[in-house]
Nanobody, 123 residues
Framework: QVQLVESGVGSVQAGGSLRLSCAASGYTYSMGWFRQAPGTEREGVAAIDRDGSTYYADSVKGRFTISKDNAKNTLYLQMNSLKPEDTAMYYC????????????????????WGQGTQVTVSS
């Protein structure tokens, strides 16, 4: 069983930056960040394998960076050049085993979820 605790809730103006953190307890495999805006489905934002390989949704490439501190067992999402359309509830997630690259941004392959943290970007 893995528990995930997120932090970094914030509001920022367009063009600003925020960093989200997710502290994990237990052994972690593939991990990712997902987001969900009201009335939309949850979507993959970024993911990282245990070997450090990273994957990004096209909408955030070049703006967001996912990283993991293995010593602290903490996942991060650095978000730069934020846009109003990035406004959503952001969730950290962990899979029970390593996921294939083609599936790693799909929410359904993840087993454990954080409580979510709100990110609001104003224009």
């Amino acid at each position: 069983q893995v528990q995930l605790v997120e932090s970094g809730v914030g509001s920022v103006q367009a063009g600003g930056s925020l960093r989200l953190s997710c502290a994990a307890s237990g052994y972690t495999y593939s991990m990712g960040w997902f987001r969900q805006a009201p009335g939309t489905e949850r979507e993959g934002v970024a993911a990282i394998d245990r070997d450090g390989s990273t994957y990004y949704a096209d909408s955030v490439k070049g703006r967001f960076t996912i990283s993991k501190d293995n010593a602290k067992n903490t996942l991060y999402l650095q978000m730069n050049s934020l846009k109003p359309e990035d406004t959503a509830m952001y969730y950290c997630a962990c899979a029970a085993e390593q996921r294939a690259p083609w599936a790693i941004l799909y929410p359904r392959v993840y087993n454990y979820w954080g409580q979510g943290t709100q990110v609001t970007v104003s224009s």
